[in-house]
């Protein structure tokens, strides 16, 4: 009797490695290879063909580079704010979409899809007219009397940030919420009726049922919108003119294309630059991952 | 249940193959002997310009076939990459910008064809082209096109403010720009020229006037330099006293001087056809020369705003196919040839820096869409030859973007003086270079 | 006309305006991109929100540049051949991670997470010099097979199997079922909204990505419709009008297809536990 559940189980242990197969294969060639073959270049200073052994050299280089610690600070600001405001938008969102509205819920659910599929090309020429100096949302608030003078929407460096901040939350909340609306979706519709013989009120519902159940899914939400952060490069970049005004909105992965592609093609430099990002990242994923545990 | 697994599989082994088969390598072809590619990237300027001289090629060529493929951003990047995989997927010839060869000449030695060598006589091209192409007897490159600057004003506004625009058809020094913004100002309340905050174009075209760079002749980076410390000043004035309409980026800025918020702009001849698509501002535009930075030896109401040349990469299979069509085309003087030259002035807006070329009829031709028909072309083919010979040195992009953030900060008021900026800038510099 | 499911209280009306308003946002850009394309260009850039007249103009403008056409069958063909390897590949793997539990694999997954991090440009010219060693430069496959893996797509899909009841499977063994058909038969129909979600993402991806195709194709033929956008972007005279209608021709194929999935969002796995 063991000895055939061992063997079932060893059946199952083989089925499991030969379902994950396939994408080790492809993860391995395009992805782990490209990775690893770009690890001996961290200790390399790199100019077109000429190569030189630094050792811990770009390190060293990386301690004083202001532009790229303040880079990074930003992404860390951008995550704090930005990500529970959006992840919380979006479950409000996808509840109401869900079960709070009877009628025009396909029509709301694309329209709030439809930030998503915009490309980024229309969405950032957009932002910039309606945002300038004299444009159509100071205009507004002018008008309203909400402020005194135009806000440097794109000029200045601390609103600037605040621009990006918008803009994410614009483009990203939409798909996110579509997270949301599959876990929605895939809970069991038995257990609110329940509830609701039970006279659970709709607040008590939301806190007692949905929460728990779209755990996977906030957290899910959470890892991945952390790791588009850490990677945040489109905004930036078409946004606010390549990290402006001044590096105000500079971005460690946009530093790095910049380093890699734009200012020296110090691949070395570059490749340094993004291994301290992938340590980083990994402490952000583990501390994640056991603070949500915890609370489970 | 076993059928509908083997469909499964079946659909995927397809899926597979498709991917394959359906987009398996087709440039097989790409081996024969009569074929050339070269990238540039805009179709409508250096692409079409390219597409007239594959003409004029063809013509005596019929088995010759070029393809013009548009690389439209980070052609940089790409032959970077063709470089360090040893030359694969890279064209034959490729279009660079003058600010960013020199880069590539220095990182990878060998990557381009010696053009001196193969018999190109660079004495016929504007010799401020030549400069960045060459690296000691060696010259690499054909030089493309001009950035040959000016300054664009808008004679009714300038009438507008009780002015006579004629009194200002006439080489400026930027004092004299500003007083006429200042005027022009206080009556009508329109700022003079359309400032893009988040370009160095300004700046560097101020400082390309006085025959310097950014660079000392060793490629250190110099900022504090006379030419750079008085261009900074004068932004900064200009700023202080509303002249400048504070443009944040190309879009904000093409509204600025296209939808009546500027009276005038700076920049490169490219930019007319922009102008032009604004077609109810015919007869309103005149061009006159880049002005003069005063107090700064070798300053010259002439400079350069953008500007490219063609290269021949090394890794080609087909040199000698590669040097003669850019020889009897670019370098050409037949008639077709100069023909050409002519033809991509009108077509593209885009001005030639082979000597010869210049006497074509349009560069002659008078212009319906400016001021009194002024002939621009004209004007400035003979400021492009004033503008000095330029080194950009290969760490060009670091300088500008450390320099341009600087500036930045001075006109948001973060910093308030030139030093401040060129502290600023050197600081940045050096942490982003490690050098 | 109840548009409202619950009773109206002063806090869900509150809530509800802003549901409204949040929705207008969304839309209004869309609603200036297709207005975008019959304009002038320069009424583009001042933003202006009344339909021109110029559409005819400036489609000629495009077209007579660019092989639209070709670019979006390329765009389409590229896309559609991702999702399904993609689709087959990272489902059978998400299935492995999360059904088939052991320590082993769960480390596998660890390292795959952490990857989700790299910055794409930092392994850009590794994987050139890869593809190029492959001979697939110039090919859709060097398009295709790097994005046919995803870490974001398997791990959607593992958070979504761990909704997927086990006693279901169990029940199927039990049947003599074998396990690749439980996951064919049983799982793919039943999580019909987790496969269409994870299509679109991937169809979305791949249609927009621009950096990594446009260092792998190098002629005007296998090129696609992000390529030809920023072509336009880049250009010394920046033809806006003309853009606008690139832009709508490379949003609409992912909104039909949005659509066109919507009716999955609407089952479930109701009644599939009882």
Request: aromatic share 14%; net charge positive; with cysteine.
């Amino acid at each position: 009797m063991l000895k055939i559940h061992n063997r079932y189980h060893r059946y199952l242990n083989r089925t499991g490695w030969g379902f994950i197969a396939p994408a080790l294969l492809f993860y391995l060639v395009f992805m782990l290879y490209p990775i690893g073959s770009s690890l001996f270049l961290v200790t390399q200073k790199w100019r077109g063909m000429s190569r030189e052994f630094v050792g811990l050299g770009n390190f060293v280089r990386m301690a004083h580079d202001q532009v790229f610690w303040k880079a990074l600070s930003h992404n860390f600001l951008f995550m704090i704010i930005q990500i529970p405001l959006m992840v919380f938008l979006a479950m409000v969102i996808a509840v109401i979409l869900h079960q709070g509205i009877k009628r025009f819920r396909g029509i709301f659910r694309t329209i709030y899809f439809l930030p998503v599929v915009t490309s980024l090309v229309a969405y950032s020429i957009l932002f910039r007219i309606l945002l300038q100096t004299n444009g159509l949302l100071n205009n507004f608030l002018l008008s309203l009397r909400m402020i005194a003078e135009p806000i440097g929407w794109l000029n200045d460096p601390f609103w600037a940030k605040i621009t990006i901040i918008l803009a994410l939350t614009w483009r990203w909340t939409g798909y996110n919420m579509v997270f949301f609306l599959v876990g929605l979706q895939n809970i069991n519709k038995e257990i609110y009726e329940a509830a609701e013989v039970d006279g659970a009120s709709q607040v008590r519902q939301f806190f007692t049922i949905t929460l728990p159940l779209l755990t996977p899914v906030i957290l899910f939400s959470l890892v991945t919108s952390t790791s588009g952060t850490m990677q945040l490069f489109d905004e930036p970049n078409v946004l606010t003119w390549e990290g402006g005004p001044a590096n105000a909105t500079m971005t460690a992965a946009l530093y790095i294309y910049r380093q890699a592609f734009v200012l020296n093609s110090d691949f070395g430099y570059a490749s340094a630059l993004s291994y301290v990002m992938v340590i980083i990242a990994a402490l952000l994923a583990f501390i994640q991952i056991k603070v949500l545990k915890e609370r489970q | 249940m076993k059928k509908g697994l083997i469909l499964f599989l079946a659909v995927l082994m397809i899926a597979a193959s498709f991917t394959f088969m359906g987009c398996s390598n087709k440039e097989a072809k790409a081996g024969a002997p009569q074929k050339l590619t070269v990238w540039c990237w805009d179709p409508n300027f250096n692409g079409y310009s390219m597409g007239k001289a594959v003409e004029v090629y063809k013509a005596t060529h019929p088995d010759v076939e070029i393809e013009i493929v548009d690389v439209p951003d980070n052609i940089e990047g790409k032959i970077e990459a063709g470089l360090q995989a040893g030359g694969a997927g890279l064209p034959d010839i490729s279009l660079f910008q003058d600010f960013i060869i020199e880069k590539f000449i220095q990182n990878y030695p060998g990557a381009f064809v010696d053009l001196k060598a193969e018999g190109i006589d660079h004495s016929q091209f504007a010799q401020y082209k030549v400069a960045p192409m060459t690296d000691g007897d060696k010259i690499y490159g054909i030089p493309f096109d001009t950035g040959s600057t000016g300054l664009f004003l808008r004679t009714d506004m300038i009438a507008a403010a009780g002015l006579n625009p004629d009194d200002y058809q006439k080489s400026m020094t930027w004092s004299e720009v500003i007083a006429l913004g200042e005027k022009v100002k206080a009556k009508t309340g329109m700022p003079l020229i359309a400032y893009d905050n988040t370009s160095f174009d300004f700046l560097r075209i101020m400082v390309q006037s006085t025959g310097t760079q950014f660079f000392d002749k060793s490629g250190k980076v110099m900022y504090d330099t006379p030419a750079v410390k008085k261009s900074l000043a004068y932004i900064k004035e200009m700023d202080d006293k509303g002249i400048l309409f504070m443009a944040e980026g190309w879009n904000n800025w093409v509204a600025a001087f296209n939808n009546d918020q500027s009276a005038g702009l700076m920049n490169a001849l490219w930019i007319i056809g922009t102008l032009k698509s604004k077609p109810e501002n015919a007869g309103k535009w005149m061009v006159v020369p880049t002005p003069l930075v005063e107090g700064v030896a070798n300053a010259q109401a002439a400079s350069n705003n953008g500007g490219s040349s063609w290269y021949v990469l090394s890794a080609t299979k087909k040199k000698d196919l590669a040097v003669d069509f850019l020889k009897s085309t670019w370098a050409g003087t037949t008639p077709e040839a100069l023909g050409f030259y002519n033809e991509i002035l009108k077509g593209a807006g885009a001005m030639g820096t082979f000597l010869p070329s210049r006497s074509g009829s349009n560069y002659t031709a008078k212009d319906e869409f400016f001021y009194k028909s002024q002939a621009v072309y004209k004007d400035f083919s003979a400021w492009m030859e004033k503008v000095p010979v330029l080194y950009y040195t290969s760490n060009y992009t670091a300088m500008r973007t450390a320099l341009g953030n600087a500036m930045q900060a001075m006109l948001s008021g973060n910093i308030t003086n030139v030093d401040g900026v060129i502290e600023a800038a050197a600081a940045e510099y050096k942490q982003t270079t490690g050098n | 006309m109840a548009i409202v499911r619950r009773k109206m209280t002063p806090g869900w009306f509150i809530l509800l305006v802003f549901f409204v308003i949040g929705a207008l946002l969304s839309l209004f850009p869309f609603i200036w991109m297709v207005i975008g394309m019959t304009q002038n260009p320069n009424d583009v850039v001042a933003g202006k929100l009344i339909p021109g007249k110029e559409f005819a103009l400036n489609w000629q403008k495009i077209s007579t540049t660019y092989e639209t056409v070709s670019f979006f069958l390329n765009s389409m063909k590229i896309a559609f051949i991702t999702v399904i390897l993609g689709i087959a590949v990272n489902s059978l793997a998400a299935f492995g991670f999360e059904k088939y539990p052991s320590k082993a694999r769960d480390r596998v997954f660890g390292v795959l997470l952490l990857t989700l991090i790299i910055p794409q440009m930092a392994i850009v010219i590794p994987l050139f010099k890869e593809i190029s060693f492959m001979k697939l430069l110039n090919t859709h496959a060097a398009i295709i097979l790097p994005s046919v893996m995803s870490v974001f797509i398997i791990f959607f899909l593992r958070q979504n199997f761990k909704m997927f009841p086990t006693e279901i499977m169990e029940a199927a063994r039990v049947d003599g079922a074998a396990e690749l058909s439980i996951f064919v038969f049983i799982v793919i129909p039943t999580m019909k909204a987790t496969f269409a979600s994870a299509s679109i993402y991937m169809f979305l991806t791949q249609w927009n990505s621009y950096l990594w195709p446009l260092m792998t194709i190098l002629t005007d033929k296998m090129k696609t419709l992000p390529i030809a956008m920023f072509s336009v972007m880049r250009a010394y005279t920046i033809e806006y009008g003309g853009l606008m209608i690139l832009v709508c021709i490379s949003t609409f194929p992912i909104l039909v297809l949005f659509l066109a999935m919507q009716k999955q969002f609407v089952q479930g796995l109701t009644g599939s536990v009882k």
